[in-house]
């Protein structure tokens, strides 16, 4: 199946520092991507749709401004979580839709990102 | 979004046949009936989809009655490794805007 990379694996950083992190489509076009976070033994929740060459999409109570998303590229997508506080520690996770069959379209999932904000 | 409703949690030993059921009352006639498996600490991994009646792969089968108002993911002799969370979701064909995850169902596999 198709191949999404995510990275880091895991990030600590110190309250009001800035992290990005990547996603990667290895082995196909991505135009659609999406970014969740998830906190421990809850499920995922979704934050924003990346579309490449276009702003992103993002549900309601995520902040913009905030979680910067940046699709650049049909492989690459970008999270930035902007001046981070200890509230924003989560598991993050990335994915991209491909087809790869002819019916029907499936995602797929990174690795995920967990951050700890100390 | 069509909703979905699964169990929080079910338990089982190695060997047996685990079948997890899901509930999606009002799913649309474009939706696509997809499973993920969740391990601690890393993303969902595709395990089947479908439509109606019944798929099978080298992994799973999933069962979707006529009125596709509920679908049952079916292990074949669980083992320890299929500990993990379950997820029942939607998608549509050609193109779906976004995947929406219900609670998901635990399994416990146990020796």
């Known amino acids: 199946g198709a191949v999404v990379s995510q990275h880091p694996s895991r990030v600590i950083c110190k309250s009001g520092t800035s992290v990005k992190i990547e996603c990667r489509s290895l082995?196909?076009?991505?135009?659609?991507m999406f970014w969740y976070r998830q906190f421990p033994k809850q499920s995922l929740m979704l934050m924003a749709t990346?579309?490449?060459?276009?702003?992103?999409?993002?549900e309601q109570g995520v902040e913009k401004d905030k979680f910067l998303i940046n699709h650049a590229s049909l492989t690459l997508s970008t999270l930035t979580v902007a001046s981070a506080h200890p509230e924003d520690s989560s598991f993050y996770i990335c994915s991209a839709r491909a087809r790869t069959d002819t019916t029907n379209e499936k995602l797929f999932f990174g690795s995920g990102t967990q951050l700890s904000v100390l | 979004l069509a909703k979905t409703t699964q169990p929080i949690s079910m338990d089982s030993y190695e060997g047996q046949e685990v079948n997890i059921t899901c509930s999606h009352n009002?799913?649309?006639?474009?939706?696509?009936i997809t499973w993920y498996q969740q391990f601690p600490s890393q993303g969902p991994r595709f395990i089947i989809q479908?439509?109606?009646t019944k798929v099978t792969n080298e992994v799973a089968s999933l069962f979707i009655p006529a009125d596709r108002k509920s679908s049952t993911l079916s292990l074949p002799r669980v083992s320890l490794s299929d500990t993990a969370v379950y997820y029942c979701l939607f998608s549509l064909t050609g193109g779906y805007n976004k995947l929406i995850f219900g609670a998901g169902t635990r399994l416990a596999v146990h020796p």
């Open positions: 479908g439509y109606k």
């Open positions: 009002n799913i649309a006639t474009n939706d696509y």
């Open positions: 082995d196909f076009q991505a135009t659609t």
């Open positions: 990346s579309n490449e060459g276009s702003k992103a999409t993002y």
